[in-house]
């Protein structure tokens, strides 16, 4: 049931640049929000990155940010919005820049985190909040923050939960996945880079797991992006394993990774954006996590199949577990990882297995 078109906003406005991670979770809010009120214009202010996989997402127009373009692309922005205003701003970002960019947004309402998330100048450029937790939920996951907005705006529980995603897939696309998974043959996907070094799992317990789930009969496949971390990360793991792995790394478009993330038996790595992806396409996740919280921004719908070793962390850094402290404090350590043993990974994939039937 969708909410009366009287109280619909004709047109409302998102900013959420990036990650790309957090675009994939803002994706199903702002569907929640097209389900609630479906005659309403939606406008997304998106980063370049982000935009080649939600770039056709059904009724909604694009906004395109290059921050690489630093004060041309603001000055590009003022003029595409000029003479436009909106009757709801939803500023899902607190980092400066898109503080700065919500500044420039005519809107009459102007939706922001409420006062103990917000910073860098947030409460600043905003006139409304979304509820401050109570503290006996205060514990909540990025995906159910977005959703808060939806929520805020007038979107009933049932246009949010369960989160939901429609992002679409070319059959060009979908015949690129097909030409590397078939459906009469299990494949895995691996993406093993993180955005920072100490954010990855080490090549040769990727190795492990890849020869591990050889003798399952599962194959795999290494995923991610084209740079140099990514690369060296899989030539190292191309190099140590005994068995055939089919390297996509650097070789996909967004559209292409999101296809064959889709068709995965299941998809293993570290907290970055193909995670999301994949927990999007509605496949099953085991992340990896020793620096942040997999509750707060875990694959949302895989976070029992978590290998971390965050808690562990955390306690021995700060002396305290993660409900006395601050929600989504980081844990700091270039080694990390390394504590994410070969077996907690195995018995976290075995367990989704088992799940799946």
Not at 10 to 38: E, H, T
Not at 124 to 147: C, G, M, T, W, Y
Request: one cysteine or more; proline letters at 5%.
């Amino acid at each position: 049931m969708t909410n009366s078109q009287q109280d619909a906003p004709k047109s409302v406005c998102v900013l959420r640049l990036s990650a790309l991670g957090d675009v994939c979770n803002a994706v199903a809010a702002v569907q929640a929000v097209q389900r609630a009120y479906p005659a309403s214009q939606i406008t997304w202010i998106i980063g370049k990155l982000e935009h080649q996989l939600v770039h056709d997402l059904p009724g909604i127009e694009f906004i395109v940010f290059d921050k690489r373009r630093g004060s041309t692309a603001i000055k590009d922005l003022k003029q595409t919005l000029s003479g436009r205003r909106f009757d709801v701003l939803l500023q899902m970002q607190v980092a400066m820049r898109a503080n700065r960019l919500a500044h420039l947004i005519p809107a009459k309402r102007k939706i922001g985190y409420d006062f103990k998330r917000a910073k860098e100048g947030h409460s600043l450029v905003v006139n409304e909040r979304i509820p401050r937790l109570n503290p006996k939920d205060a514990r909540q996951h990025v995906l159910d923050s977005f959703l808060s907005f939806a929520m805020t705006l007038g979107a009933s529980e049932e246009d949010c939960y369960p989160p939901r995603w429609n992002i679409a897939v070319s059959d060009e696309d979908k015949q690129f996945a097909y030409n590397y998974i078939l459906p009469s043959q299990p494949t895995a996907i691996i993406c093993p880079a993180a955005s920072k070094r100490e954010r990855c799992w080490l090549p040769d317990r990727y190795t492990e797991v890849i020869h591990s789930l050889e003798r399952k009969g599962i194959k795999t496949i290494l995923c991610g992006g084209p740079s140099e971390l990514d690369y060296e990360l899989a030539r190292d793991i191309m190099a140590l394993t005994r068995v055939d792995v089919i390297d996509l790394v650097g070789k996909t478009s967004l559209k292409q990774l999101y296809a064959l993330l889709s068709k995965a038996l299941f998809v293993l790595a570290p907290d970055t954006g193909p995670l999301h992806m994949a927990n999007a396409a509605g496949r099953p996740c085991v992340g990896l996590y020793a620096h942040s919280n997999p509750a707060r921004t875990g694959p949302y719908n895989s976070l029992d199949f978590v290998a971390e070793q965050y808690h562990e962390q955390l306690m021995l850094q700060q002396g305290k577990a993660a409900d006395q402290l601050k929600w989504g404090l980081r844990v700091k350590g270039i080694d990390l990882m390394a504590d994410i043993s070969t077996e907690m990974v195995l018995q976290k994939i075995d367990a989704l297995l088992c799940a799946k039937g």
